[in-house]
């Protein structure tokens, strides 16, 4: 499965790195190892004001951590990641070019990092959901590229 990281890359990431911001200022490193579980290894550089800088070892699990934790909540606060250091304004990623797909009748239990790891060998997901709202079993994916997504789709209804 890692070779379609190299063979359908992230249209915004280029490097193992991605920039914090939106955490309170307690927010320690310790903190932030629950969270970053499946993105190992990774070492993060927080400066103290809610911001900083996490390096992965693998583009890819920069690439995972960008779909699956984006926004997420930790106490008191949102983790916000960005392949884009933060300025003033803030540089927001582009809005995706695809429509989010509901994935129905999810395995009881299943994590944002399985669903993310089903459905990205399709292309790149720009946010994985496993737990969306619409129910138990019903999750979100979203793709940057709307092609891609139609290929997922196409290939989830033939199984």
């Known amino acids: 499965m890692m070779?379609?990281?190299?063979?359908?890359?992230h249209p915004y990431l280029s490097e193992p790195r991605l920039y914090v911001t939106g955490l309170t200022p307690d927010v320690r490193k310790e903190d932030l190892a629950e969270i970053l579980r499946f993105c190992v290894p990774y070492r993060p550089a927080l400066d103290g004001t809610?911001?900083?800088?996490?390096?992965?070892?693998?583009?890819?699990?920069?690439?995972?951590?960008?779909?699956?934790?984006?926004?997420?909540?930790?106490?008191?606060?949102n983790i916000v990641l960005s392949p884009y250091p933060p300025t003033i304004p803030p540089t927001s990623l582009p809005p995706p070019q695809a429509l989010p797909r509901l994935v129905k009748q999810l395995p009881?239990?299943?994590?944002?990092?399985?669903?993310?790891?089903?459905?990205?060998?399709?292309?790149?997901l720009a946010n994985v959901r496993s737990e969306a709202g619409f129910g138990p079993d019903i999750g979100v994916v979203e793709y940057w590229r709307e092609e891609d997504a139609r290929r997922a789709e196409e290939a989830m209804v033939r199984h």
């Open 50 to 77: 809610g911001s900083g800088i996490i390096e992965f070892r693998e583009i890819a699990s920069a690439e995972r951590a960008l779909a699956t934790l984006q926004n997420r909540p930790l106490p008191h606060c």
């Open 108 to 124: 009881t239990g299943i994590t944002d990092e399985e669903l993310y790891d089903l459905f990205r060998p399709f292309g790149p």
């Open 3 to 9: 070779s379609n990281y190299d063979v359908l890359p």
